[in-house]
């Protein structure tokens, strides 16, 4: 088992920058490739980003693609998504997921998840 408690969402206006957070504990966390997701109230969950165990690999979504980071710190069990140039279609709970292997775009591959963090994004 893996528990995921995520960090860092908020309301900011658009421009703005949050780095949100996800603290692993239980099972060896660099034995998971991870990702974040996102809801919209109304929408399905979608793929924001991955990122391998080692860290060197990095996926995003087209949509968030060259202003957010992922990154990961496995000596503190946590994965990060930096968040830059945030606009209001951004506004969304984020859910971070642990995942068995590397490059997994759908929520259903993922097998841990945290409980989510809401980010609202004024115009």
């Known amino acids: 088992q893996v528990q995921l408690v995520e960090s860092g969402g908020g309301l900011v206006q658009a421009g703005d920058s949050l780095r949100l957070s996800c603290a692993a504990s239980g099972r060896t966390f660099n034995d998971y490739a991870m990702g974040w997701f996102r809801q919209a109230p109304g929408k399905e969950r979608e793929f924001v980003a991955a990122?391998?165990?080692?860290?060197?690999?990095?996926y995003y979504a087209d949509p968030v693609k060259g202003r957010f980071t992922i990154s990961r710190d496995n000596a503190k069990n946590t994965v990060y998504l930096q968040m830059n140039s945030l606009k209001p279609e951004d506004t969304a709970v984020y859910y971070c997921a642990a995942g068995p292997s590397w490059l997994l775009l759908r929520p259903q591959q993922y097998m841990y998840w945290g409980q989510g963090t809401q980010v609202t994004v004024s115009s």
């Open positions: 990122i391998n165990l080692s860290g060197a690999s990095t």
